[in-house]
């Protein structure tokens, strides 16, 4: 049983040497731990500090790409370095390495395909700042009733997965993939596990993905729609589609209501004109919902394609 750590660096010369000496290098369950950096286009010593502080693998990236990119650039060298489980931990030491053997513990048992650690639920984070907190708790609630699963913490970066999940997780590597990933693993029945861990958040520290809360906001939304539209396209057409039918057919018996009175349609004429739009709007989008099923089964037969092209690139 190998384990790969990964570690995902940006300018952080100062804290990932410290980080790097915490990471466990014997726990039970695992034969070989390896740790590998993936260097984001860092202008610092970041490289050096990693390579002197012992890390097994360091990969570069020759320019800024985002967390998106470096995570897929992440999972790529796991496979290829034959990684049967990789766990994803922040450079700057916010988390505990120590934690690492709580991440794995469910992937070694097989009770999880992917574990994710949570920071919302019996340990509280430290120094979280506020919107933060709120955001992230919003965004799990949303999602969770979207996907009928219980989503405790969507977007933190400290995770392990197994390789069946390397393996079969879709990657595009765009803004970030945090939120992705979770939606992408539900929609492949992989079945995720929560891990109460502490985490501090440190004075000053500045995040490598909120630039401001609009951006942040504004990105994360469409990455999330994104991805539920591709997971749960019926739901995501149909669901509207259905509200708006219902909608159609209670003003169109309130027509009726009117009509049957004096039984006169110019009065009440408005009331059909936006009940019959109303109705073909909602049929477009069951229209829509029928279409998006169809090319979900198409992305479907792709996938898997890639999954077995993937298993065999990367045979251990």
């Keep these: 049983m190998r384990l790969v750590v990964n570690l995902p660096a940006f300018n952080e010369e100062a804290k990932i040497g410290n980080t790097l000496k915490r990471i466990p290098r014997v726990l039970d369950?695992?034969?070989?731990?390896?740790?590998?950096?993936?260097?984001?286009?860092?202008?610092?010593?970041?490289?050096?500090?990693?390579?002197?502080?012992?890390?097994d693998f360091v990969y570069q990236n020759s320019i800024n790409r985002g967390i998106g990119r470096t995570?897929?650039?992440?999972?790529?060298?796991?496979?290829?370095n034959g990684a049967d489980i990789m766990v994803n931990i922040d450079a700057d030491g916010q988390f505990d390495p120590a934690d690492i053997r709580k991440i794995i513990a469910p992937l070694l048992a097989k009770e999880a395909d992917m574990v994710s650690a949570d920071r919302f639920d019996r340990l509280k984070a430290k120094n979280i700042p506020f919107l933060k907190n709120i955001l992230n708790r919003i965004a799990a609630k949303i999602i969770s009733g979207f996907m009928d699963t219980s989503i405790k913490d969507l977007t933190c970066g400290f995770r392990g997965y197994n390789r069946e999940t390397l393996l079969r997780l879709n990657l595009p590597g765009g803004f970030t993939y945090t939120q992705e990933t979770i939606i992408d693993a539900i929609g492949k029945d992989l079945k995720i596990k929560w891990v109460?861990?502490?985490?501090?958040?440190?004075?000053?520290?500045?995040?490598?993905?909120?630039?401001?809360?609009?951006?942040?906001?504004?990105?994360s939304s469409r990455i999330i729609l994104k991805a539920v539209r591709d997971v749960r396209p019926m739901k995501f057409f149909g669901v509207p589609g259905l509200f708006l039918i219902l909608v159609s057919l209670g003003i169109f018996i309130g027509f009726l209501f009117f009509y049957?009175?004096?039984?006169?349609?110019?009065?009440?004429?408005n009331y059909l004109l936006f009940a019959a739009v109303t109705l073909l709007i909602g049929l477009q989008f069951f229209v829509f919902s029928l279409i998006a099923d169809m090319i979900?089964?198409?992305?479907?037969?792709?996938?898997?394609?890639?999954?077995?092209?993937?298993?065999?690139?990367?045979?251990?």
């Design 71 to 80: 995570f897929r650039h992440a999972v790529e060298q796991a496979l290829e």
């Design 260 to 269: 049957f009175q004096d039984f006169k349609i110019s009065p009440y004429r």
């Design 196 to 219: 109460p861990v502490e985490v501090t958040y440190f004075e000053g520290r500045k995040s490598r993905v909120v630039k401001s809360v609009f951006n942040y906001v504004n990105n």
């Design 29 to 55: 369950g695992v034969d070989e731990i390896l740790v590998q950096v993936i260097d984001d286009g860092s202008t610092d010593r970041t490289v050096a500090v990693a390579k002197e502080t012992g890390a």
């Design 296 to 316: 979900k089964s198409s992305r479907k037969l792709t996938e898997d394609l890639m999954y077995l092209v993937k298993k065999e690139k990367y045979k251990k």
